[in-house]
């Protein structure tokens, strides 16, 4: 972990700009605050002279001078170590008495003064009257109140701001280690996932909710990742298994055909059943491409009101004398006027290949039963296709909705192993779930359908 890389990601960035930005606001308040202090001060002191001058001169000025003068004498001696200086003069500018030497200074309002002391950068702060009689009075105190406390300000201001920018500054690098250590556990992990280790994943620490949440996101994202891949592995053998045999079947009898056939009617019904073997094979495909059309539509989209209830009188009307004709019997109990959000042909494909594949796995004569009812928890339609068959074992329930998966390894047995894969892609389309159950003894595959959105009216 560089310097320059820690001092460029984009936490210590935004932090360095909170920084300057405290640091320029802080010296405009403070810069405030300074006038608004040392002016309020200022006028204190300089209300603090009047209040002087006023008192000395008996507030009419009309004070004779003698009087005048035993009173600022009287001052001195009790102020000489205050820091309150006096000067009284007359029109012509001659001493008549103060601790300041004679000066040509206006005798009205308030200034500054220098210090008599000689002190550098030590200044007065002086007010001065001009009494009727012809006397010059004016009052002084040193200033250096004043200059304390502004220098105090100043350190205090300074030693403040340095010491939040560099808890700020630290607290960036702190910060932008941590977080790029966090970022350089999910680039180390994301590199052993890429070099081929699909069961990494990255470590969660419960310090930082964002962070946790992010990484408990991307676990998750991973995991779908590896089960979609590992879904499509299983695919891909499952293809290459269920394409050898008839393929290889196929070849065979092709070629048996043309060693020993040696008339037209034995080519004629080689070529049909080679059309019947490609069409099964073409019937695989079709299917693997109508669950992809239906996995890649937005859930729920581009459905409109249907009567499910109909659409389940429909098809239990239909299959059941196909069912009685295969030895079976189809039943059902179907509450009228259920409606949903729906697609009628995909809703009549689910349900077609729910019933075949109860009537196409049971060997033995079973009863078939559709049942649509409205639970009274205030939730959608429940379509339910149960059988009382040889029923599936709960540890290979989660498998059989996985597309090309056989309960029968041989893969004797007639079928692609795609209904139920299809049935499920459609529910998902429907934002319904499909649940397979044990029926005591037998199946049961239940479909819960969310309630119908609200349609504005025209």
Not at 186 to 204: C, E, H, K
Not at 215 to 241: C, F, K, P, W, Y
């Amino acid at each position: 972990m560089t310097r320059p890389r820690l001092l460029s990601t984009p936490t210590f960035r935004l932090i360095l700009l909170s920084s300057a930005i405290f640091g320029v606001s802080a010296i405009v308040m403070f810069g405030v605050m300074y006038m608004a202090v040392t002016q309020a001060m200022s006028r204190q002191m300089d209300a603090q002279l009047q209040n002087e001058i006023i008192s000395l001169s008996d507030n009419d000025g009309r004070m004779d001078r003698d009087r005048l003068i035993a009173r600022v004498q009287g001052r001195i001696s009790r102020h000489s170590r205050t820091g309150t200086y006096y000067l009284v003069e007359d029109e012509d500018g001659t001493l008549l008495a103060g601790n300041l030497p004679a000066m040509p200074v206006p005798f009205h309002g308030a200034y500054d003064l220098p210090s008599p002391l000689g002190v550098p950068d030590h200044e007065l702060r002086a007010a001065g009257i001009s009494l009727p009689n012809g006397i010059n009075l004016l009052i002084a105190r040193d200033a250096y109140v004043l200059d304390e406390v502004a220098d105090l300000m100043e350190r205090t201001f300074g030693v403040g701001v340095l010491l939040t920018l560099v808890a700020a500054l630290s607290s960036g690098v702190l910060i932008s280690r941590r977080l790029l250590q966090r970022l350089e556990t999910i680039n180390r992990t994301s590199r052993d996932i890429m070099s081929g280790d699909f069961g990494r994943r990255i470590p969660v620490q419960g310090h930082d909710q964002v962070f946790e949440e992010l990484t408990t996101n991307l676990n998750n994202m991973l995991a779908r990742i590896e089960g979609l891949m590992e879904g499509v592995r299983q695919v891909s053998d499952n293809i290459a298994h269920d394409m050898r045999t008839p393929l290889t079947r196929l070849r065979n009898y092709l070629e048996q055909v043309r060693l020993s056939g040696a008339t037209v009617e034995e080519f004629r019904n080689a070529v049909d059943i080679a059309l019947l073997s490609t069409d099964d094979l073409l019937e695989m495909f079709g299917a693997l491409l109508r669950i992809a059309q239906i996995e890649a539509r937005t859930p729920c989209s581009g459905l409109e009101p249907l009567d499910l209830s109909a659409l389940c009188e429909m098809v239990a009307e239909t299959y059941g004398p196909v069912a009685e004709s295969e030895g079976h019997r189809l039943a059902s109990a179907i509450v009228p006027g259920l409606s949903v959000d729906g697609d009628r042909q995909l809703l009549t494909q689910m349900l077609v290949n729910l019933v075949e594949n109860a009537l196409q796995h049971n060997r033995t004569p079973i009863e078939v039963r559709i049942l649509l009812a409205l639970p009274g928890d205030g939730g959608g339609p429940l379509l339910t296709v149960s059988d009382d068959g040889v029923g599936i074992a709960p540890q290979e329930r989660a498998n059989v909705l996985r597309r090309f998966y056989r309960i029968d390894a041989s893969r004797s047995s007639q079928g692609s192993g795609l209904g139920l894969s299809m049935a499920e892609a459609i529910a998902k389309y429907h934002g319904a779930a499909l649940v397979l159950e044990d029926n005591e003894p037998g199946l049961k595959l239940l479909l819960r359908f969310p309630t119908r959105r609200p349609y504005p009216h025209h």
